[in-house]
């Protein structure tokens, strides 16, 4: 199987690809759009500022791609926010994959959220063989409402998307690399598509 991580400058891929290879598997960082578009499966990792971030897809002419691309991709934690239309922080405009706007958690919460969460009404293959209210790792002061396109919930001062999809696109807010063997598990639900 040919998997590619997006490597545009947004940091944690390397942790991702020692996660995929502790599945057995072999993945490639890459910039280049023809590794990209002939991928098996393509992850699309972030760390950091959503406008910095974007600046980099942008840069690599990937902003334009990635919302092509017809093989399952999986976003992990800002590269799930900027699959999304837009995002407050840096007043982004994001790659409109899915239908909702990234907010910041409101006032009475601290943030960011460091740590364990539950995730639950989990509706996707992705999360096959998961048990409701699992623990997952999460580091995000910004997050996605609950939308139409919404496949699991967790909740921080208030309800919101902890896993979007819509067609070939999944994207999780928290770090399965991080998660344990719940992680791994998701990982391999979406490598096994």
């Known amino acids: 199987m040919n998997i590619v991580i997006i490597n545009y400058g947004a940091g944690n891929i390397q942790s991702i690809k020692f996660a995929i290879e502790r599945l057995g598997y072999q993945a490639i960082l890459s910039d280049n759009e023809q590794d990209i578009s002939t991928a098996d499966k393509v992850i699309f990792p972030g760390v950091g500022e959503a406008g910095s971030a974007m600046a980099k897809l942008r840069s690599s002419g990937l902003e334009k791609l990635v919302p092509q691309l017809r093989q399952p991709?999986?976003?992990?934690?800002?590269?799930?926010?900027?699959?999304?239309?837009?995002?407050?922080?840096?007043?982004?405009?994001?790659?409109?994959?899915?239908?909702?706007?990234?907010?910041?958690?409101?006032?009475?919460?601290?943030v960011p959220q460091i740590g364990w969460n539950q995730i639950e009404n989990?509706?996707?293959?992705?999360?096959?063989?998961?048990?409701?209210?699992?623990?997952?790792?999460?580091?995000?002061?910004?997050?996605?409402?609950?939308?139409?396109?919404?496949?699991?919930?967790?909740?921080?001062?208030?309800?919101?998307?902890?896993?979007?999809?819509?067609?070939?696109?999944?994207?999780?807010?928290?770090?399965?690399?991080?998660?344990?063997?719940?992680?791994?598990?998701?990982?391999?639900?979406?490598?096994?598509?």
């Open 73 to 110: 991709v999986l976003g992990i934690c800002l590269g799930m926010q900027l699959m999304c239309h837009s995002s407050e922080e840096g007043k982004t405009q994001g790659l409109g994959i899915f239908d909702t706007e990234v907010v910041k958690f409101p006032n009475r919460v601290k």
């Open 122 to 193: 989990l509706k996707s293959p992705l999360f096959q063989g998961i048990p409701e209210k699992e623990h997952i790792y999460l580091v995000h002061s910004f997050y996605a409402p609950i939308c139409k396109e919404t496949i699991a919930e967790s909740e921080y001062g208030l309800r919101y998307s902890a896993a979007l999809g819509k067609d070939n696109f999944f994207g999780v807010q928290f770090h399965p690399e991080k998660s344990s063997a719940v992680g791994s598990q998701i990982l391999r639900n979406f490598l096994e598509m």
